[in-house]
């Protein structure tokens, strides 16, 4: 068997999600530690000056492209398999185990994965959409201008149901992740007896960590909170 | 333990064959014995059900010592019932109460048709061993112990994969219907073990082949089935029968 027919049986499709579910969470860092900037002291001008950087770098730009076909083909390979994976079981069981067997959320990565994507689409329109296409305001910092994203963050999470639905959007990414990050090193066949509690320990970790981090945000930017880190700042 | 006896609500799967459609008739049976199995459980009441003329549950059996496989059942949602590591022979009656209403149901899967009533069709997995799970070498007599040296630590691993006695509780406790953990017990003892490293490759590929034509589904990883497993089958089989695909696919011409 050649390499080209990997990717269409059973493991290879999985293989397929589980390659975009890693690339996917290794864009989850970068736009974390980028967007923790808001969390601290000045950081309107640290954010800004930082998503300059990420909207002007050739190579982000390049990899944002890779980014978006990432995203595209986790969510039709995810829609695909779930579809498909529910024909082969035509008749269902009158009674099932539940949660005494396996957990709910490892069960439920589709409908998770769905409120992410309404979140997503969202979040996009709030932010993507304005600073790729339709524009935004400016401001100077030594004399140059930049678009000021963190002055059209206040204006979205300045909005109780947009915060709302932050909060539920990274609550849905938490259990996605949960299931998610051992499931994607399980199908890569990472996972050994000296692996397994390493990876699962980790993943949990990442799984709790990132969302929460992300949560912060539209929370301390509604309520104008800011933490001070003294002389340390988180710009890259 | 102490003794004792209980009246049950059994809800039964009946279904002619596999053409026809099936629906849950409910039984009472009375003065069973806690220390009956629940296969002789069923027994009673196809005495009783053949006595007064009637057609008799369809259900598969053979060894009733937990080793051979046949007994199936879906019991109350859990395929061989409540009890861990068990299979259904062995499940025995005390894991219920007196008054339960217990719902038993076949193994449910497109590639595991019904036959007749709680009897299924398991010949898709006769089919993805006799698509590489052997070794096709003439091996003449039984060798030596220890003439290959190998590894206390991967013949352990080998043992314990080859413990897989082939039931299909895993394809029944899946939500997709995935034969992964069958078939990672299959290749995993050959795999670890040198007399089954010169097939080592095709064995793995063609054996997925196989299994995705028989119509079972992918693995999500939810876990249900070392849950379920009666010989508790470890799911990082599933990590090595994927990695073993990967390398076979990556490398093999």
């Known amino acids: ?23 996917l969470v290794i864009f989850l860092v970068v736009h974390c530690y ?4 808001v969390l601290f002291t000045n950081g309107e001008e640290n954010f800004n000056r930082a998503a300059h950087f990420m909207g002007t770098n050739l190579l982000i730009r390049v990899t944002e492209i890779g980014l978006f076909a990432g995203f595209i083909l986790h969510i039709i ?23 005494k067997t396996s957990k709910w959320y490892s069960r439920s990565m589709a409908l998770l994965g ?123 | 333990m102490q003794h004792y006896t209980m009246n049950l609500n059994l809800k039964v799967w009946r279904q002619k064959s596999g053409t026809s459609t099936g629906g849950f008739e409910t039984y009472s049976v009375s003065n069973i014995s806690s220390e009956m199995s629940f296969l002789e459980m069923i027994d009673v009441l196809n005495e009783r059900l ?9 259900f598969d059996h053979d060894c009733r010592e937990g080793i051979c496989g046949m007994c199936s059942m879906v019991i109350d949602g859990r395929p061989h019932g409540p009890w861990k590591g068990t299979t259904t022979c062995q499940l025995h009656m005390r894991a219920f109460k007196d008054g339960d209403t217990i719902t038993i149901e076949p193994f449910r899967a497109n590639a595991f048709p019904v036959i007749k009533d709680l009897m299924v069709s398991r010949s898709a997995f006769d089919r993805i061993i006799q698509a590489g799970g052997y070794v096709s070498v003439n091996t003449g007599n039984a060798v030596d112990g220890n003439a290959i040296p190998i590894e206390k630590e991967k013949a352990d691993d080998a043992f314990a994969a ?38 080592r490759k095709q064995r793995v590929v063609s054996m997925v082949a196989q299994m995705d034509k028989e119509g079972f589904g992918s693995c999500t990883n939810t876990y249900a089935c070392e849950a379920e497993c009666p010989k508790e089958i470890s799911v990082l089989n599933i990590a090595r029968l994927n990695r073993e695909y990967l390398n076979a696919s990556l490398s093999g011409s």
């Open chain 1, 34 to 37: 980028v967007n923790a900037n």
């Open chain 2, 162 to 199: 080859a413990a897989c006695i082939g039931c299909g509780a895993c394809v029944a406790a899946c939500k997709n219907a995935s034969a992964m953990l069958f078939l990672s017990a299959k290749v995993s003892h050959l795999a670890l073990l040198p007399q089954g490293e010169p097939e």
């Open chain 1, 77 to 99: 390979q995810g829609y695909k398999l779930e579809w498909l994976n529910r024909s082969k079981r035509a008749s269902r069981y009158a009674v099932t185990a539940g949660n």
């Open chain 2, 50 to 58: 053949i006595k007064e003329g009637g057609d008799p549950i369809a």
């Open chain 1, 1 to 23: 068997m050649s390499w080209s027919n990997l990717f269409s049986t059973s493991i290879g499709k999985k293989l397929i999600m589980s390659l975009t579910g890693i690339f």
């Open chain 1, 114 to 236: 769905s409120l992410i994507l309404i979140f997503l689409i969202v979040h996009l329109a709030h932010f993507w959409v304005p600073s790729r296409i339709t524009g935004l305001e400016e401001v100077t910092y030594d004399g140059k201008p930049y678009h000021n994203l963190y002055l059209e963050m206040q204006h979205v999470f300045a909005q109780p149901w947009a915060v709302a639905l932050y909060l539920l959007g990274c609550f849905s990414l938490s259990w996605h992740l949960l299931h998610g990050i051992q499931s994607a090193a399980q199908t890569m066949g990472w996972t050994s007896k000296n692996y397994f509690p390493i990876i699962r320990s980790v993943g949990q970790a990442f799984s709790i960590v990132v969302p929460l981090i992300f949560a912060l945000m539209p929370v301390f930017m509604h309520f104008g909170w800011e933490i001070d880190l003294g002389s340390i700042t988180l710009l890259f």
